[in-house]
């Protein structure tokens, strides 16, 4: 409105409303002289504005910038970094993507006292401070490491001009850091949140051709964003000034246009609505009410049009624009004067000018919301979030901030996130801390000191439930979805910027941004919108008709096919390698459902009544509002698994961590029990040291009890599982539809419920949530019949859901829950772990039979090796060496693995025959790596050895134990598979079990092998190594074998151990101690010989694992051999068996002739019809005549 109607004067004359409200607005807080009371008309209203305007201007000082050099606007010089940086748009915010690189600013000082400010986005290694031209950097030097730079560490706590000192405070993600120098003394001071942590250096060097420049030196990942002055520094400091000069003229003219916008705002507010009382209005005067909209708005103008362009600079929209409306919102709290004052804008403010408002105006609010200190009752985190809501509820500028500045120009997620206060601020919300290890002492004082603990933890909940409750009020804002046309509704532009959102913090598809969402903020984000959708529902199901409400929601499999997670960076559970999903094998149902959808979009459905149309139309809108709902909850499915997760992790390690120093505690208590005096006098202070860390590791925690680990995040937690779960159960029901689930709602599963069950104890139990054990069964089901489900060809969603059965065939709560399954799960279960060991992934496998068997097998009840645990009685073992869970047999699984190998004779042949095979493999490969260490070791020069060869090593050594106990177990519940002749292969399964078996005895039991020799190496990394685990192991499967079950079974056993050319009866000996010192011929001493003769003695009984019936059944065993050892066999070499060079030959094969003993023909038949020698066809194998001993 540049130009004024010809006519408003004349009307302005005539009008004594305009009159009376020109005198209200503009001429009562003005002196009441003669000269001031004359009546203001609306012609002279932009004479009277610019005049006052220009008094304003009188009698500034312009202050002077001498003392600095460089641009007006200052920023970070992206010419000076060294390394990579990742800068924002406006160059004030930096994120370091290299070890330790280093950034300055565009400006320097000479002379004078300067001050710019950081707030810090992380909490991690930055050296921040000054420095000058000269001053030379690298990826190992940043500020403070050469003569003439100046910094401080928060992190470290350190001060640092090439030499560091002790300094300052220990800072947090959302510090302001005032960074000050005095280049007229030579000082550099550093503020933490405006607090002074004294003086830093007093020795700055000063003079000709020294300047000195703002600068940052970061590690990888580390962010930050810098204020040199062009918005108004939070903490200023009284005699420094800003590094960029501003006007102080426009903020004062924006004062005074916004007192008078403000008396504007009732008169406007009450001609728009024509009925209510305007507070402002107490005089009586009812001609205040007689006005019109056009009246109020010809008032306004002037004041706009002026004001417009001053609220574009960021530095007056926060200085004089944001505490306007402060005062404002605290004059009408409910917001409807802020919309007011906004409609005011929009109808007279270029769009323009609107728009760079808006965005001025979340800018602020959320540096306010992120830097403000944070006080005990969180009042300015309120106030900030207060009025970001009362923004929000203004239609158009909603519309406005979500199309182009939330989610692009500002972190809209930082808003929902409660900034945890610093450890000061902690200790006055929590003063008294608790801790389980105090109640060993004074019960009655913790008692009572663990009450004010939980009553400081349920004000602090109060709190920040406020805070989360005004946070959920804005998302409801947000996502609005009856906005008035045109265009979309603020809920379609939400979900769109949400999605982006989702994307831009995906791995690997992501675009570069000055700092991804943190995860601490990610996760609060999340439950945020997990609250907003449950407030949603419930939603209509147009596929079955059906509400889907709190308790069956459920994402429909189809929506995976034409809507939901369809986008190109989205993996899903059936994607093959080249990404390629065959699209004839979509149910029919679901292209009906398709056909319709684009029937309805190009016209070609059948003609309808208007009763029919209104009908679909309804129908249409009901599904439209369902989708939305359900993509926001398939995103923040997808924001679980990306972010919010692994917050969870990192949280509990905070626990942990405490765990650990109330371990310390305690040890450090016992030993001043014991100690001298002058011991008891160190060990107490130690105490004292560990009690105050523990102190505020008690008050994080109860931070985190109440925001991260709250009965209330465990039942989003829940009840989000318990969806993901049924969209997954209706998926696997669908068919193929289940191939385009996306892969992260596999991963969600899987991760929400280990959140409950590791991460929320002990401050919430799963136990403790009604229903869970039901929950515990369908996750347990659906693992089991779809760890190995054809439809599942993504190789990542087949190993994460194997690696989750193995994981749950650990805690007895989850083994129970397998055992509830219905019993065809059960079945499908064991039918698919019991798959030959071929073309897969068998070490997982292999591990869950292990697990079911552990704890029924001969001495294998142990969690950590007897003799690990005797080496930890003398010095630690590293911590990289994994204990094994505590046992959890689980008979039921026995039982059906027993009756599946019985009933299923060729299936279990070709299983335990795998078995066999890989045993061998790995046991092999396991001797062979043993035996370059002992060459390496025997070499006179110095061999270092590769650690991942040791690593290997000790993983081959691991998984010939797993194979071997599940051998123990094959024989235990199945032992007519290798002892029953009638069995399919039964004799060569045998002949392979004693084979393996004697040849693992032979290498184990030798005194002067590779075994031995590594053993008594106690090489780091292969401290699981020794003879415990693998003779235990053995000797289950001979007492199985040969002492348990019927005579016949029990003979057979013992004929083909006997039989065995490679079995040794000093290798059985060596169970209970006996045997020779080396089952290697010497053909004289030797030093090895003399090592061996003064080792300890093995012997089974010497271990209090090995319980006393185990130990009697070894002597059995022993016992049995030694009166059963037939006298040795010697054959003629022209008859002998050129395959084993043991046995004779007994069988001649048809038609090439050859001939070779009965067990070896067979085990290679078992892999390929053709004649060893020839490559001929064996089309029949005839018996030849036995060979007579020598």
Request: charged content about 20%.
């Amino acid at each position: 409105m540049d130009v004024w109607p010809q006519n408003f004067a004349t009307v302005g004359r005539r009008n004594a409303w305009l009159e009376a409200m020109l005198e209200y607005v503009f001429k009562r807080p003005v002196s009441s002289d003669a000269q001031d009371k004359a009546t203001l008309k609306l012609e002279d209203l932009d004479d009277f504005i610019d005049f006052e305007l220009e008094n304003l201007s009188k009698g500034q000082v312009v202050e002077s910038d001498y003392g600095r050099l460089g641009p007006n606007h200052v920023t970070f010089d992206i010419c000076s970094n060294v390394g990579t940086f990742i800068a924002n748009q406006g160059r004030l915010g930096v994120s370091s993507q290299g070890n330790f690189n280093t950034i300055r600013a565009s400006c320097c000082v000479f002379k004078g006292k300067w001050q710019y400010e950081l707030m810090l986005g992380s909490k991690g290694v930055m050296q921040v401070g000054w420095v000058t031209n000269s001053c030379k950097f690298s990826r190992e030097k940043g500020v403070g490491d050469t003569i003439d730079s100046y910094a401080f560490d928060g992190n470290r706590v350190r001060k640092w001009n090439v030499a560091t000192y002790k300094y300052g405070e220990a800072w947090v993600a959302g510090d302001v850091i005032g960074c000050c120098i005095d280049l007229d003394n030579g000082t550099v001071h550093f503020y933490r949140n405006g607090r002074s942590m004294g003086e830093a250096f007093n020795n700055v060097r000063l003079g000709p051709g020294l300047a000195y420049f703002p600068a940052v030196s970061l590690a990888y990942g580390e962010n930050l964003v810098a204020n040199f002055g062009a918005t108004p520094l939070r903490h200023p400091v009284e005699g420094y000034r800003p590094l960029e000069k501003t006007s102080l003229r426009d903020a004062e003219r924006a004062r005074l246009l916004l007192l008078w916008t403000k008396r504007l705002l009732p008169v406007y507010e009450e001609v728009h609505k024509g009925t209510s009382q305007s507070a402002y209005l107490t005089d009586g005067l009812d001609v205040f009410r007689q006005g019109t909209k056009t009246q109020a708005l010809l008032i306004a103008a002037p004041v706009l049009r002026r004001l417009g362009p001053l609220l574009a600079s960021s530095h007056v929209a926060e200085v004089s624009f944001l505490p306007f409306l402060f005062q404002v919102f605290e004059e009408s709290p409910d917001g409807r004067r802020i919309s007011t004052l906004l409609e005011l804008f929009w109808a007279l403010l270029e769009p323009q000018e609107i728009k760079k408002c808006l965005e001025n105006v979340a800018v602020a609010l959320l540096t306010g919301f992120r830097f403000s200190p944070c006080t005990p009752d969180f009042l300015h985190q309120k106030r900030h979030l207060c009025l970001m809501l009362s923004v929000l509820q203004h239609d158009s500028s909603r519309r406005y901030l979500l199309e182009s500045i939330i989610f692009d120009k500002i972190k809209f997620a930082m808003f929902m996130e409660v900034k945890p206060p610093d450890n000061e601020t902690l200790a006055t919300l929590v003063p008294d801390v608790w801790f389980e290890l105090m109640e060993e002492v004074h019960p009655t004082e913790e008692t009572y000191r663990k009450n004010l603990y939980a009553a400081a933890k349920q004000r602090l909940k109060v709190m920040t439930t406020d805070i989360e409750n005004i946070q959920l009020r804005i998302l409801e804002q947000l996502t609005v979805d009856n906005d008035a046309p045109p265009g979309q509704t603020s809920r379609d532009l939400f979900l769109a910027k949400f999605e982006a959102f989702v994307k831009e913090n995906t791995p690997g598809g992501r675009t570069l941004t000055l700092d991804l969402c943190p995860n601490a903020v990610a996760l609060a984000f999340f439950h945020r919108l997990l609250a907003l959708v449950r407030r949603c529902l419930p939603v209509f199901h147009t596929g079955t008709g059906q509400l889907l409400q709190e308790h069956n929601l459920y994402i429909p499999a189809s929506l995976f096919v034409t809507t939901i997670g369809t986008g190109p960076e989205v993996s899903h559970v059936g994607d093959t390698p080249d990404q390629r999903i065959v699209a004839s094998e979509i149910p029919t149902s679901t292209s009906n459902r398709m056909t319709r959808m684009t029937q309805q979009n190009v016209g070609g459905s059948p003609a309808r009544t208007e009763t029919e149309t209104l009908a679909t139309a309804q129908e249409a809108k009901e599904e439209d509002k369902s989708v939305k709902i359900l993509q926001l909850l398939d995103g923040i499915v997808r924001l679980y698994c990306l972010c919010g997760h692994a917050q969870f992790v990192k949280m509990n390690a905070v626990k942990d961590n405490m765990r650990e120093y109330l371990r310390a505690v305690q040890e450090v208590r016992r030993n001043t029990a014991w100690g001298e005096k002058d011991v008891v006098e160190a060990l107490s202070k130690v105490e004292q040291v560990f009690g105050e860390t523990l102190a505020e590791q008690a008050r994080h925690v109860a931070w985190l009890s109440v925001v991260v680990f709250s009965k209330e995040k465990q039942s989003d937690i829940y009840w989000l599982l318990n969806v993901v779960l049924k969209t997954l159960e209706e998926a696997s029901a669908a068919g193929v539809e289940f191939c385009f689930v996306p892969e992260y709602h596999v991963e969600a599963c899987m991760r929400l419920l280990m959140s409950l069950s590791v991460h929320f104890p002990p401050t919430c139990l799963l136990s403790d949530i009604p229903g869970h054990y039901h929950v515990l069964v369908r996750f347990s089901t659906f693992l089991a019949e779809h760890f190995a489900d054809r439809r599942v060809v993504n190789p990542d969603v087949k190993d994460a859901l194997l690696r989750a059965l193995a994981a749950h065939v650990c805690p007895p709560s989850t083994v129970r829950a397998l055992e509830c399954m219905p019993t065809k799960s059960s079945l499908a279960l064991i039918q698919a772990l019991l798959q030959p060991y071929k073309n897969r992934p068998w070490a997982q496998t292999n591990w869950i039979l292990m697990r079911l068997w552990k704890g029924c097998g001969y001495a294998f009840r142990y969690t950590l090796s007897p003799h690990r645990a005797e080496r930890m009685a003398s010095r630690p073992v590293e911590s990289t060496v994994p204990n094994h869970p505590a046992p959890c047999p689980s008979v039921f699984f026995q039982n059906h693995i027993g009756r599946w190998l019985e009933d299923h004779p060729e299936p279990a042949s070709a299983f335990l025959g795998s078995v066999l095979t890989q045993l061998n493999w790995s046991f092999s490969q396991f001797i062979s790596m043993l035996q370059e260490i002992q060459n390496a070791q025997s070499r006179p020069e110095r061999v270092f050895i590769n650690s991942q060869q040791l690593k290997i090593c000790a993983t081959c050594f691991d998984l010939s134990l797993g194979l071997l106990r599940v051998l123990e177990m094959i024989v235990n519940v199945a032992p007519s598979l290798v002892t029953n002749p009638t069995k399919p292969h039964s004799e060569l399964l045998l002949a392979r079990i004693f084979q393996v078996l004697s040849h693992i005895l032979n290498r184990v039991t030798s005194r002067c092998g590779c075994f031995d020799l590594v053993v008594g190496m106690d090489m780091p990394g292969l401290e699981g190594i020794d003879h415990f685990p693998i003779v235990a192991a053995v000797t289950g499967i001979l007492v199985a074998l040969l002492l348990k079950g019927s005579v016949e079974s029990r003979e057979t056993a013992l004929s083909g151990l006997l039989a065995e050319p490679c079995f040794q009866l000093s290798s059985l000996e060596f169970l209970l101690g006996g045997g020779p010192t080396s089952l290697v011929m010497q053909e004289g001493p030797s030093e090895e010989a003399d090592t061996a003769s003064d080792a300890p003695v093995f012997s089974l009984a010497n271990y209090s694992e090995v319980k006393e019936e185990e130990v009697e059944q070894a002597r059995q065993l022993v016992q049995l051999v030694q009166s059963r050892q037939p006298p040795p066999v010697t054959f003629d070499e022209d008859h002998i068996c050129t395959i084993c060079y043991a046995q004779g030959n007994s069988v001649r094969f048809v038609p090439c002739g050859h001939q070779s003993c009965h067990v070896c023909i067979l085990t290679h038949l078992a892999n390929s019809k053709e004649c060893f020698f020839c490559k001929a066809i064996v089309e029949k194998l005839d018996p030849c005549r036995t060979l007579p001993p020598q």
